[in-house]
Structure formats: structure tokens, C-alpha cells
């Protein structure tokens, strides 16, 4: 299931405008926020490294696991303590 997941939301976000981060691009880019670029997010998506051009490793956390990786995906109903889940992820 996590693989369906995460290959679904990489295809939405490449081919569909709908998922795309205008507003917040906009608003980023104004002076006030200043230039640094480290983000934490819930998403599993990858729109802030697309959306902004960030390639540099650490630049963005995703909490809850990013579709590069679906086994760590967190679904909505998990927790870091399920008897399924591998020594390292509970252990961060």
C-alpha cells in the first residue's frame, strides 16, 4: 500500500498543477523570511525540494517518511511504536 501511495503522489506532483506550492513560493520569497531554507514537514511529498530547487541533503525533514522511501511512510492511523516497524525507526 505504501508503494501505491507514494508512486501515486510522485505522479500528482509532476503532472498536475492542482499540488503545486504558488502561494507559499510567493510568500517565501518575500525579504522578511530571509534566506535561509531549512524546512520540517508532515507531507510525504517532495514539492518543497521541487518547488523551491532544494537539493541539497537535510535541507527538508519529512517527519512522517517522503515517497522517496514508502517503507517509512507513517500512515495516518501509525505510530512510532508498532511491533512492525525496524529498531532505527522507533529509536528516532
Do not use: K
Amino acid at each position: 500500500m505504501r508503494e501505491t501511495i507514494a508512486a501515486s503522489l510522485r505522479v500528482a506532483t509532476e503532472h498536475c498543477d492542482f499540488f503545486r506550492l504558488r502561494r507559499f513560493v510567493r510568500t517565501l520569497n518575500q525579504p522578511q523570511w530571509g534566506r535561509v531554507r531549512n524546512f520540517l514537514t508532515t507531507n510525504w511529498d517532495r514539492n518543497l525540494e521541487v518547488e523551491l530547487g532544494m537539493h541539497a541533503p537535510g535541507m527538508v525533514t519529512h517527519i512522517h517518511g517522503d515517497v522517496g522511501d514508502p517503507a517509512c511512510l507513517y500512515l495516518p492511523s501509525e505510530t512510532s511504536t508498532e511491533s512492525y516497524r525496524a529498531d532505527w525507526v522507533t529509536s528516532t
